[in-house]
């Protein structure tokens, strides 16, 4: 009886062995260039953050086994091309030698980019505000379209590291004035490095979506790959995601045309919570927000109280003659026509429903 149990158990494991074996691979394509909370990796280790995570999630929909192809940012397209890879999340149409190599996803979330300075730097208000025997931190082989034009003639100097927390330790060491990164790789950095001697102000240099690119190499269908991602945004799991790492899920925004400058999270909650009606320089924004399945996180991330909290004190403002609670909107795209309407709207989006006609007012 014994023997006849240890040789079933043995079939078993032998059958559990074989499944593993057989089943299919998922490729991913990771880059050398990206920083926590995108990729992190020690030696030896596998790699972690936020795009290997999406890997594994995404393998766990297909019923595969993600596998990561380590990468220089410009051996992807090579990479892609020899069918060597099935997959490359954290990617651009405009960042990549011909987009048509690849099946796109729908935005998976808005990247915004700022510039920083050291200490020592002075802060700007506007790109023009720059010197012009300034040095700018950037990322080798990275295009920054805000940026790019004075690059190339010369008007600021241009100093490339291998990933963007090294362009910002360079800057914390003043081997330059400033640099370019994004605001959630810079929040990161800020949250592990105590006290870095870098000035607290922030210019926006607008945002850029990231999308999941199946190359047509693959042999994985694109079809199935969004259905997947499709999947991971109906169960929460991509904004579990974003949250897990420190990242927003909504942001709030206005008309990229609109002169509304950036907010701080006081003023929004003032404005939103109906007690400041006007802007410092005495305009009146429209306020809107979106339907009540983007309701809870915009209360909670930017307003840090629940849903229920929200409504309660609109109704005590509206009750008291005071002021209107902001305008709801059902979908993203009724708020995105509103606030293409209305220069002096401010509104509020989920992070992956920007778009190139809006601009980022306030990430909580």
């Not at 990729?39 to 595969?64: C, D, F, T, V, Y």
Request: net charge positive.
């Amino acid at each position: 009886m014994r023997r006849a149990l240890a040789s079933l158990s043995l079939g078993l494991l032998t059958t559990v062995a074989l499944a593993a074996e057989d089943t299919p691979l998922l490729r991913v394509g990771l880059s050398t260039a990206w920083a926590a909370p995108f990729l992190s990796q020690r030696e030896g280790q596998a790699p972690e953050g936020l795009n290997a995570e999406l890997a594994h999630l995404l393998a766990q929909q297909l019923k595969r086994k993600a596998t990561f192809v380590m990468l220089p940012r410009a051996r992807l397209d090579q990479a892609a091309e020899a069918g060597e890879i099935d997959l490359r999340c954290h990617a651009n149409p405009d960042w990549v030698r011909q987009p048509g190599m690849y099946e796109w996803s729908q935005p998976l979330w808005a990247l915004p980019e700022v510039l920083v300075g050291s200490t020592n730097s002075a802060p700007l208000q506007r790109l023009a505000d720059m010197r012009l025997d300034q040095t700018v931190g950037a990322v080798l082989h990275y295009s920054y379209p805000m940026l790019d034009a004075q690059f190339g003639a010369g008007t600021w100097k241009r100093d490339d590291a291998p990933a963007p927390d090294k362009a910002l330790r360079k800057l914390a060491l003043g081997r330059t004035q400033y640099a370019v990164t994004t605001q959630f790789e810079l929040s990161h950095y800020l949250r592990e490095q105590p006290d870095p001697p870098l000035g607290r102000w922030r210019l926006p240099l607008g945002h850029a979506n990231a999308h999941c690119a199946v190359p047509r190499a693959s042999k994985v269908r694109a079809a199935d790959v969004f259905a997947a991602l499709q999947a991971l945004r109906e169960q929460g799991l991509l904004d579990a995601l974003l949250r897990r790492h420190g990242i927003p899920t909504v942001a709030v925004v206005a008309a990229a045309q609109s002169e509304l400058p950036a907010l701080g999270r006081d003023e929004v909650e003032a404005l939103f919570l109906r007690r400041l009606k006007t802007l410092e320089d005495g305009r009146v924004p429209q306020l809107l927000v979106p339907g009540d399945a983007w309701l809870a996180p915009f209360a909670e991330q930017v307003l840090r109280r629940s849903a229920a909290q929200l409504r309660a004190e609109w109704s005590r403002a509206t009750f008291s003659g005071g002021s209107r609670k902001p305008l709801q909107l059902d979908t993203p795209s009724q708020l995105r026509a509103q606030l293409r309407r209305q220069p002096l709207a401010i509104g509020v989006l989920p992070l992956h429903e920007l778009d190139a006609s809006l601009k980022i007012l306030y990430l909580p």
